[in-house]
């Protein structure tokens, strides 16, 4: 059975930090891109962060570069998103996603509330 959990969301202080993990099983992890996703009330959800397979490349949405930093761990089957530097913009619920050229599978969320 597929499954995506995400951990670490939660409330935070303007410039303060967060790292949320997302663990994997069911699927080869290490095959697969994974990324983050995030959506706030009334928005579309949008690509945060996405590292790719083999060599690791990371990818980041304008409004988080150099505050976000996405990494994974193969042998945990875990994927990391390092968010320094908070703003209440950031407020949303984060999505992992797993994928490959025919299969994507997504965890349950985790909620992020960014406010003083």
């Known amino acids: 059975q597929v499954q995506l959990v995400e951990s670490g969301g939660g409330l935070v202080q303007p410039g303060g930090s967060l790292r949320l993990s997302c663990a994997a099983n069911?699927?080869?992890?290490?095959?697969?891109?994974m990324s983050w996703y995030r959506q706030a009330p009334g928005k579309e959800r949008e690509l945060v962060a996405l590292?790719?397979?083999?060599?690791?490349?990371?990818n980041y949405a304008d409004s988080v570069k150099g505050r976000f930093t996405i990494s994974r761990d193969n042998a945990k089957n875990t994927v990391y998103l390092q968010m320094n530097s908070l703003k209440p913009e950031d407020t949303a619920v984060y999505y992992c996603?797993?994928?490959?050229?025919?299969?994507?599978?997504w965890g349950q969320g985790t909620q992020v509330t960014v406010s003083s």
């Open positions: 069911g699927f080869t992890f290490s095959r697969y891109a």
């Open positions: 996603k797993g994928q490959t050229g025919v299969a994507a599978y």
């Open positions: 590292i790719v397979i083999p060599y690791g490349s990371t």
